[in-house]
């Protein structure tokens, strides 16, 4: 098995896996750990106790179901036939996966997908999990350090990401620690995620198909899966037509916010207008901006020239931030009613021009903003219709910002 030579040889990693497995085992209190999306916060997904440590940590409304994760097919097999695990109990038909899901496993996992299917009665599942759904949301995480951890508990992990409730999701250990120190025993620490933002949650067993969250697989990849041409948008956001009440419960909740107010700008905003704005903001004491953050992606590339290009360049001082590229530096801007120029800081960031990594790090960025208690954060919006990942940062924002705005 592609596992056996990491637990035989007893790296640190598989000893810390061991460590992990063993907490989820036996301790109701979550374990933080990678995936390929965001980090998660597992628990045993059969044990009541266990899953609803989850919800304490996260301070989670307990109407928002979870993700089971699973290691492998068999996993997921054995929960939609609960009573096969059991000699002697009855045996009914095997259960299959619904054949909707088949093209769709077999192209996107393991990875950032996450499917609904029926809870079977007799369900292995704590009721917790589900938040008494009749049904559940399973996923194959691509990380092999989440695979391993499953495996090595041997029990379908339900996941969460690993944030406070309302937070931005957390894209390394640093970002867990700082939300769940001393709610927590222990954080897997795999690095910085891969995608960014979380799983796309899929519903195949409504007809035409439906996505409830947009994420890591984007709607154009998904209508190239046999039986998924016609899937449609079933989650609430600024732009997409809006079908329905969001059928994924957590779609409703107010989510990836950080402390600051978040300013959404439209994609191809002019960045000279937004200074103008910028500008306002920070002279009008009604708004308070005092310190500000601006995440710039693909058309502010230069930069807002919030400030004239000297005095910008010889004060820029790098600060110490878990995400490259961040500056600083300070704004002269003359303070409505005082007589005197106060200094107000602008944290300036630019996450890239390309999807990737602008969904890699844009959780990172807004919680690097929170830590420098910036009032205000501005950030240049991408177009959904940019492919895969630009609807799911997109939806991100909209969810995270009060306003959004065009210039
Ligand atoms: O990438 C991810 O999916 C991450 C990592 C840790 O795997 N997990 C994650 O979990 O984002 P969470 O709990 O933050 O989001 C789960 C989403 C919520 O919007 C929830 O409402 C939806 O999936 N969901 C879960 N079970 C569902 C069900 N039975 N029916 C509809 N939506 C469901
Ligand atoms: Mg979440």
């Not at 619904?98 to 997908?113: H, V």
């Not at 732009?239 to 402390?259: D, F, Q, W």
Request: proline letters at 9%.
């Amino acid at each position: 098995e592609w596992w056996a030579d990491e637990r035989k040889s007893q790296t640190p990693e598989s000893k810390a896996i061991e460590e992990a497995a063993n907490l989820l085992r036996t301790s109701d209190t979550p374990v933080a750990f990678p995936t390929e999306t965001v980090y998660g916060l597992g628990a045993d997904a059969t044990r009541s106790a266990a899953v609803q440590g989850i919800y304490r940590a996260k301070q989670r409304p307990s109407d928002n179901p979870l993700i089971v994760h699973v290691d492998s097919i068999d996993m997921l097999d054995k929960l939609l036939n609960p009573s096969q695990q059991s000699p002697g109990v009855a045996q009914t038909p095997r259960i299959p996966l619904p054949p909707i899901y088949e093209p769709l496993i077999k192209r996107f996992w393991p990875g950032p997908i996450t499917i609904i299917l029926p809870n079977p009665s007799g369900s292995d599942l704590a009721p917790e999990v589900t938040s008494n759904l009749t049904t559940f949301g399973a996923r194959m995480p691509s990380s092999p350090l989440a695979r391993l951890l499953i495996h090595a508990t041997d029990r379908p992990l339900a996941a969460p990401s690993a944030n406070a409730s309302t937070k931005p999701s957390p894209t390394t250990a640093q970002h867990v620690h700082h939300d769940l120190k001393g709610r927590i025993d222990l954080i897997l620490d795999g690095g910085a995620s891969g995608v960014g933002v979380e799983s796309t949650v899929v519903d195949g067993l409504c007809n035409p198909p439906a996505i409830l969250r947009p994420g890591g697989i984007g709607i154009d990849e998904l209508r190239e899966v046999p039986g998924w041409e016609n899937v449609e948008v079933a989650y609430r956001d600024g732009t997409l037509g809006v079908k329905e009440i969001p059928r994924a419960p957590g779609m409703k909740y107010r989510h990836y916010s950080p402390k600051a107010r978040v300013v959404l700008f439209k994609a191809e905003s002019n960045p000279e207008g937004v200074a103008r704005h910028v500008r306002k903001d920070l002279q009008d004491s009604a708004i308070g901006a005092h310190n500000i953050g601006i995440v710039r992606t693909r058309h502010w590339k230069q930069g807002l020239g919030l400030a004239p290009e000297d005095v910008v360049a010889s004060t820029i001082q790098p600060v110490a931030a878990p995400i490259d590229n961040l500056v600083s530096f300070p704004v002269p801007v003359q303070e409505t009613g005082s007589p005197s120029s106060r200094t107000k800081v602008a944290y300036d960031y630019h996450l890239g021009d390309d999807t990737t990594s602008i969904a890699h790090g844009l959780f990172a960025v807004l919680r690097a903003l929170d830590e420098f208690d910036v009032d205000v954060i501005y950030v240049e919006g991408i177009s959904d219709s940019d492919g895969d990942l630009a609807a799911a940062v997109m939806n991100r924002l909209r969810k995270a910002a009060g306003t959004e705005m065009k210039a």
